[in-house]
């Protein structure tokens, strides 16, 4: 079940998510009842969390609703299905209060970077932070690049995980289970901010230049939908692709995390309590435009893809 936020003139809404097209929980409750003479419970918010596993009070419902809908998506009325591109989506979690990316968790990406990957024992997850209220982009929105600083801008797909259930010191064998679903985040990075060129060098420099280049406005695009957590067995089995201008660019799996996704929550939650709409985004592959010196510029196209979830599309223009 994959389910998305979409704009309504003016009201947010749920619906149900079928890659180019969408079909709003509203109207498919209404075609239910009055085809089974059975009324879901479902309210008209657009708060997906209420949908989705594990404490979601409306879970079951939707579930229901959504196995009705799929094999009847053809026959649906028109008024009940929604062309995705003529219609304005929305960031699947509009204010997450916290919103932790990772660094460095596919050893190839490291490698490109320069660096010199390790394996997990020698190691832990290198865990920052993005402002959620300023960062997040809606799918098909465009990417601005900064004036400030606007030549070396940079994609990076990644599997985010959205939190459904308050969790602290979960153990990594149960980590899964805290887990609403997923969704695609492009952590656009620009990766020569140079605040006050005229500044006295300081150790940490870099560090910081590399920290407050993920922190421009839009640079987090989020969607296109969350893809329910009880339809993924496994997430360290997802294909990933992104495609710049229709050129694929990154082309990777899961499977090639060094931390997988439950190690991840496992290691958070040890000294940050994980509170629902929470996200955290695992990590890039190989294949940013930094390896090749290819940055973003106005009037790019980019499409980050993730098995069963679906593709998230950035356009680029200048601020």
């Known amino acids: ?17 079928y890659d180019e097209r969408l079909v709003p929980l509203h109207a498919a409750a209404e075609i239910y009842a009055q085809e089974t003479g059975q009324r879901l419970e479902l309210p008209p918010g657009d708060d997906l969390l209420c949908y989705l596993p594990p404490d979601g009070p409306r879970h079951a419902a939707c579930r229901t609703l ?24 929305l960031v699947p979690v509009p204010r997450p209060n916290k919103l932790f990316l990772l660094a460095g968790n596919y050893a190839e990406h490291i490698r490109e970077g320069g660096g010199m990957a390790v394996e997990r024992a020698e190691t832990f997850p290198y ?20 004036e400030i600083s606007p030549a070396a801008i940079d994609w990076e797909l990644e599997l985010a995980v959205i939190i459904g259930r308050r969790a602290k010191r979960v153990a990594e064998a149960e980590a899964l289970g805290v887990v609403a679903g997923y969704t695609i985040i492009n952590d656009i990075s620009d990766r020569r901010f140079r605040p006050n060129p005229q500044r006295r060098t300081r150790d940490r420099d870099a ?24 339809c993924v067995g496994d997430p360290q089995t997802l294909r990933m692709e992104l495609r710049l201008n229709g050129e ?20 958070i939650s040890n000294f940050v309590t994980l509170e629902p709409g929470d996200i955290i985004s695992t990590g890039t592959p190989s294949g940013v435009g930094a390896a090749t010196g290819t940055f973003l510029k106005p009037g790019d196209r980019l499409e980050a893809s993730i098995a069963q979830i679906g593709t998230l599309v950035s356009t680029v223009e200048a601020e």
């Open 248 to 267: 694929v660019r990154q082309q990777a799996s899961t499977a090639q995390q060094i931390f997988p996704v439950a190690a991840v929550i496992a290691f």
């Open 66 to 89: 959504e196995a009705y809908v799929g094999p009847r998506l053809d026959r649906l009325p028109a008024h009940a299905v929604l062309s995705v591109e003529q219609t304005s989506l």
């Open 127 to 146: 865990v920052f932070m993005k402002p959620p209220s300023t960062t997040l982009l809606a799918p098909g929105r465009a990417v601005r690049l900064p």
């Open 1 to 17: 079940m994959r389910l998305c936020r979409y704009d309504d003139q003016g009201q947010p809404r749920a619906a149900l998510f």
């Open 207 to 230: 560090f910081f230049d590399w920290m407050h280049g993920k922190w421009h406005d839009g640079f987090c695009p989020c969607g296109p939908c969350i893809l329910s957590a009880d």
